[in-house]
């Protein structure tokens, strides 16, 4: 979806790409954060001597998709306040 706004000329590419940048952290740090309960779940399961399935999972779950809409809404603000075409990118630019 971001390229599309791009060459639309609707955002700038330093926002898209930052954009596309934190959403793909969030991503991670979710999947990171996946990892870490299911191997404390196992954890837990070993101290209690049970078996895996017999230990209470946690009563909520962690997420972060909000965070991940919150990013579209910025980039969504970001181009409505920056509706100039983009330009070419200066020596700069990476």
Known sequence: MSPLRFTAAVGSQQDVLRVELERDRLRQQRARL???KAVAH??????????????????YSLTVDHQLEALERLLTLAESCNPAPARPCAADCP
């Not at 209690?48 to 999972?57: D, G, I, N, Q």
């Open 42 to 59: 196992a954890d837990l399961a070993a101290l209690l001597s049970r078996p895996a399935e017999l230990v209470p999972e946690v009563a």
């Open 34 to 36: 996946v990892e870490q």
